[in-house]
């Protein structure tokens, strides 16, 4: 039997030990699935996404990634180990240019091969090739969007979890967005998403998990829920 791409077990986390926002989460992705988190402001999806990323302290349960306990991995290591986390805001270094964006991602990778990771993102996402020494932070925000899953994308993650990936982005450019995730997950990556955007997450995902409270209230098949 295949292992989960990524599962959680019994998860408590939040800020402060004694008000856990994540209350006892068990969750296992399927290797390849669309995962979309659903539910109300104040839910705990992003403190249950951070807390599996390792921004957000876990104060008891396990994370695992595949068959390996990442619970107490650092952050960075976490990144070593497959797992890339896309942050809702400040995502990308907005004062460096896009290949120095990219470069700094490249930094995980052994020296040998990173010009040719970088030439591969390139390819993928044209917009950041046309002018790669622009400043970041002068890009529109599915440009910023693209950048950001570029860095997390070079260091080739089976599992890929975006906070809030259309937050304060125009419906055209959530469409376009969305369609890059998909095909990012068509490649064989797991994605787990957060998204308050109801319809057009569930509008890609395989199946949908809603929060309530710190806990998980609901979870089946995508095109059901919507």
Same mark, same amino acid.
């Given at each position: 039997? $295949?292992?989960?791409?990524?599962?959680?077990?019994? !998860?408590? %986390?939040?800020?402060?030990?004694? *008000?856990?926002?994540?209350?006892?989460?068990? *969750?296992?992705?399927?290797?390849?699935?669309?995962?979309?988190?659903?539910?109300?402001?104040?839910?705990?999806?992003? $403190?249950?996404?951070?807390?599996?990323?390792?921004?957000?302290?876990? =104060?008891?349960? #396990?994370?695992?990634?595949?068959?390996?306990? +990442?619970?107490?991995?650092?952050? =960075?290591?976490? @990144?070593?180990?497959? *797992?890339? /986390?896309?942050?809702?805001?400040?995502? +990308? /270094?907005? $004062?460096? $240019?896009?290949?120095?964006?990219?470069?700094?991602?490249?930094?995980?990778?052994?020296?040998?091969?990173?010009? &040719?990771?970088?030439? %591969? !993102?390139?390819?993928?996402?044209?917009?950041?090739?046309?002018?790669?020494?622009?400043?970041?932070? %002068?890009?529109?925000?599915?440009?910023?969007?693209?950048?950001?899953?570029?860095?997390?994308?070079?260091?080739?993650?089976?599992?890929? +979890?975006?906070?809030?990936?259309?937050?304060?982005?125009?419906?055209?450019?959530?469409?376009?967005?969305?369609?890059?995730?998909?095909? +990012?997950?068509?490649?064989?990556?797991?994605?787990? *998403?957060?998204?308050?955007?109801?319809?057009?997450?569930?509008? @890609?995902?395989?199946?949908?998990? @809603?929060?309530?409270?710190?806990?998980?209230? =609901? &979870?089946?098949?995508? #095109?059901?829920? !919507?």
């Amino acid at each position: 039997m $295949t292992a989960p791409a990524l599962r959680t077990q019994a !998860l408590v %986390a939040g800020y402060e030990p004694d *008000l856990p926002i994540v209350r006892g989460v068990d *969750l296992s992705v399927a290797p390849g699935e669309l995962l979309v988190l659903l539910g109300p402001n104040g839910a705990g999806k992003s $403190t249950f996404v951070k807390a599996i990323a390792g921004v957000v302290p876990v =104060h008891s349960g #396990s994370v695992f990634l595949g068959e390996s306990d +990442i619970t107490r991995v650092t952050t =960075h290591r976490k @990144i070593g180990k497959g *797992l890339a /986390f896309v942050p809702q805001t400040e995502n +990308i /270094f907005a $004062t460096l $240019t896009i290949h120095e964006n990219l470069q700094l991602a490249a930094a995980a990778l052994p020296k040998p091969i990173r010009a &040719e990771k970088i030439a %591969a !993102l390139y390819h993928r996402f044209p917009d950041l090739m046309t002018k790669p020494s622009r400043l970041a932070g %002068a890009l529109s925000g599915g440009q910023r969007q693209m950048l950001a899953v570029a860095r997390a994308l070079i260091v080739d993650p089976p599992v890929l +979890i975006l906070d809030e990936p259309s937050a304060g982005l125009s419906p055209k450019i959530v469409a376009e967005v969305f369609a890059m995730l998909q095909e +990012i997950n068509s490649d064989g990556v797991t994605v787990i *998403l957060v998204e308050q955007n109801v319809k057009a997450a569930l509008s @890609i995902a395989n199946r949908a998990v @809603i929060l309530v409270e710190g806990k998980i209230r =609901h &979870e089946g098949d995508a #095109s059901t829920l !919507l």
